[in-house]
C-alpha cells in the first residue's frame, strides 16, 4: 500500500504490541498520525502451551517498517502489554515466551504462591494464569532449565526494543505491571525477585525514554530506514494511555483517573502532587484484582481492572453489530429506557478469576430479545463493573474514558450517571496509547484533540445499581458509597 508524501513528514514510528492486535503507526513532529498498520495476533502453541506470537510479530513489524520507511524518520518507540517476559541467550531466544492466558499447571502455581511477596509490598495481586510474570519465570525455568540458566531476561516492550537495536534493557513500567518482581514503594526489585536470582538476570534497567540506540545495520538495510534512527527504551501500554492524557491541561499533574478501555478496562488514578500512594494501597483490595502500577517516572499509581473488551465481545457473540460502531448510538441510546424499566441486566462475571467480582457468576437477568436493548444492557453492565474499580482505587474529581469504547454512548453516559461527583471527559481521538509513547520523544507536545465532557443518561440508574447490587450480593462500603 502506498502512503503518499504523507511519509515524507514522518518523524517518530510506534510500534504497539498489544495483546489482541499489534500496530504500528508513523507519525509528525507535531503529533500527527500519518499513517497507520494493523495485525491480529495469531494463536501459537508449542508443545500443547500457548506462546506469544513473536514470529509473526516479527515479520509484521519489518513489512511495516519497509512500507512506513521515509528519510526523515528520527526516533522508534515500542509499546506492550505488560504481562510478557522473554528470556534472550546471546542473540536468540533461549525459549519460546508464555501467552498469560496460557493455565499453569495448578501444582506449580500452588508452589510459586508460597514463594511470592504480599500484595503490601510489591502492590501485585494473585492472578490466574500467566498474569503474574514470576508465575511465568517460575514455569519457565522449569520447563527449560538449561536454557533459562544463563539467559538474560527482558520485559515484552524491551523485548521490541532489543529487536530494534540489540541493545537488551527492562524499564520500570513494564517491571512495576502485577508482576511480582517489584516493589513500588522502594523502587526496587522485590524481594522474591532478589532471592530467586531474577533481579540479577534482567537486562540494566533505563528510563522509558532513553535512547537505548541506533535501528540495527540489518533492519535498516532491509527497510530503508536511516540506519541512526534512534530507539527508546519504550513502556507499557497503558501508561503510554496514561502519558497521553496527562498531556489535556484537565488531567496533567492533577488528581484524576484514565479508564484505558480494549480488551482490558484499566482504571489508573494519578493522585497528583501531594497525595500519598501508601496510604491508597492500604485501603485496595487484592482479591478484586486492584493493583498499583508504576508510571514512566517510577512513581505509585493506583489501579484496578478488568476484561471489559473480552466480556462485551462475548455478550454479543452473534450479533450483527458491536455496541461503538457510530451510526448505531442513537439507537442504543433510545433502548436505555426499556432496559431500566424492565430491570434487563447482566451479571458478572465472564472472565473468572478477574476483575472486581472474580468469582461472580454470569447469568442474564429478563434478558431483552431486543438486539439494541440487549446491547445497550451489555454497556450498562460494562459501566457498573468499571464504576465498581473506579471505587476501589477511590478515583474522584476528574475522569477520562480512553480507548475503544469511548465511543460506547450508554457506556460513557452511564458511568457519568453512576458517579455524578466527577467530571467524566472523552476525548476525540482514538490513538491514545500512540500518542502517549511519542510524548516520550517530546513531552511537550499536546494533544490535538479536546476533551468532551460527557453528559449523564437522562434515565436515573440509582434504583438499577442497587437492584444490580442486591443480586450479585455485593456488601461492601466502597460500593455502599454510591447508592
Known amino acids: 500500500m502506498a502512503w503518499g508524501k504523507d511519509l515524507d513528514q514522518g518523524f517518530a514510528i510506534i510500534v504497539d504490541i498489544g495483546k489482541t492486535l ?72 533461549a525459549c519460546a515466551p508464555i501467552d498469560y492466558e496460557q493455565p499453569l499447571p495448578p501444582e506449580m502455581l ?92 534482567f537486562a540494566p534497567i533505563t528510563k522509558a525514554s532513553d535512547v537505548i540506540g541506533s535501528l540495527r545495520a540489518d533492519l535498516a538495510a532491509e527497510t530503508g530506514l536511516p540506519s541512526d534512527v534512534k530507539i527508546l527504551a519504550g513502556l507499557h501500554d497503558s501508561n503510554a494511555a496514561l502519558l497521553a492524557a496527562r498531556g489535556f491541561a484537565e488531567i496533567a499533574d492533577s488528581e484524576a483517573t484514565v479508564l484505558s478501555t480494549g480488551t482490558w478496562f484499566i482504571a489508573m488514578r494519578s ?56 451510526q448505531d448510538q442513537p439507537d442504543l441510546l433510545a433502548a436505555v429506557e426499556h432496559v431500566v424499566e424492565t430491570g434487563a441486566m447482566v451479571l ?5 478469576g478477574n476483575g472486581p467480582h472474580p468469582d461472580g457468576q454470569h447469568r442474564w437477568i429478563n434478558r431483552p430479545n431486543d438486539a439494541d436493548a440487549r446491547r445497550a444492557a451489555v454497556c450498562i453492565y460494562a459501566a457498573l463493573v ?11 474529581q476528574t475522569l477520562l474514558v480512553e480507548g475503544r469504547f469511548a465511543k460506547a454512548q450508554v457506556f460513557v453516559r452511564a458511568l457519568a450517571s453512576l458517579h455524578p461527583d466527577m467530571a467524566a471527559f472523552t476525548a476525540d481521538a482514538h490513538n491514545e496509547v500512540s500518542f502517549g509513547a ?33 443480586y450479585i450480593k455485593i456488601n461492601d462500603s466502597s460500593e455502599e458509597k454510591c447508592l
Open 22 to 93: 499489534s500496530k504500528v503507526s508513523l507519525w509528525s513532529a507535531k503529533g500527527h498520525m500519518l499513517a497507520r498498520r494493523a495485525r491480529e495476533n495469531a494463536v501459537v502453541v508449542t508443545d500443547g502451551i500457548r506462546r506469544l506470537d513473536v514470529d509473526g510479530i516479527g515479520a509484521f513489524l519489518r513489512e511495516s517498517l519497509r512500507e512506513l520507511a521515509s528519510s526523515n524518520v528520527q526516533y522508534i518507540v515500542p509499546v506492550a502489554h505488560g504481562a510478557g517476559v522473554v528470556a534472550l541467550e546471546g542473540e536468540a531466544l
Open 271 to 326: 493522585l497528583g502532587q501531594s497525595a500519598d500512594a501508601t496510604l491508597v494501597l492500604s485501603t485496595m483490595q487484592e482479591d478484586r484484582d486492584c493493583l498499583i502500577n508504576v508510571d514512566a517516572f517510577g512513581v505509585p499509581v493506583p489501579s484496578a481492572r478488568f476484561m471489559g473488551g473480552r466480556e462485551i465481545e462475548l455478550l454479543i457473540d452473534g450479533e450483527a453489530q458491536q455496541v461503538d460502531i457510530a
Open 386 to 396: 468499571a464504576g465498581t474499580s473506579l471505587n476501589l482505587i477511590g478515583a474522584k
Open 438 to 470: 511519542l510524548r516520550l520523544v517530546d513531552p511537550a507536545l499536546r494533544p490535538k484533540s479536546r476533551l468532551q465532557r460527557v453528559a449523564p443518561l437522562p434515565d436515573n440508574l440509582s434504583a438499577y445499581r442497587k437492584s444490580w447490587h442486591n
Open 110 to 201: 500452588a508452589q510459586y504462591r508460597q514463594q511470592r511477596g504480599g500484595f503490601d509490598e510489591t502492590g501485585s495481586p494473585a492472578l490466574p494464569d500467566g498474569l503474574n510474570l514470576g508465575a511465568q519465570l517460575h514455569w519457565l525455568e522449569q520447563l527449560h532449565g538449561e536454557a533459562m540458566a544463563s539467559a538474560t531476561f527482558l520485559p515484552w516492550a524491551q523485548y521490541w526494543a532489543w529487536f530494534l537495536s540489540g541493545k537488551a534493557v527492562s524499564e520500570v513500567t513494564s517491571l512495576g505491571c502485577h508482576s511480582d518482581l517489584w516493589e513500588p514503594a522502594k523502587g526496587d526489585f522485590s524481594a522474591l525477585a532478589y532471592q530467586r536470582g531474577w533481579a540479577k538476570r
Open 348 to 352: 458478572p462475571t465472564l472472565a473468572p
